[in-house]
């Protein structure tokens, strides 16, 4: 579902091949995880600056649930 990415820092937009974007920031949350629905085909991620490693390799890993869910939604 990931076509590509955008950032700058740890602002990152990841692009979606769907307008599913409030769908996904639903699914993430469900698990555990806050990201933006910036635009209909576009989430946002935005760590803290203290994010640690850890913290984000489980998002990493939680990441193709989350799109899966966030397609099954749409």
């Known amino acids: 579902q990931q076509i590509g990415e955008l950032g700058a ?3 990152v937009g990841v692009a979606l091949t769907a307008p599913a974007s409030p769908q996904v920031a ?3 949350l469900e698990a555990g995880f806050l990201i ?3 635009v209909p085909g576009r989430v946002r991620l935005a760590p803290p600056a203290v994010v640690t490693d ?3 390799d489980g998002f990493l890993a939680a990441l193709p ?5 966030g397609a099954a939604i749409a």
């Not at 649930?65 to 869910?69: A, F, M, N, V």
């Open 26 to 28: 639903s699914a993430a």
């Open 36 to 38: 933006n629905g910036a």
């Open 65 to 69: 649930e989350i799109l899966s869910q």
């Open 54 to 56: 850890e913290q984000v």
């Open 9 to 11: 820092g740890l602002l």
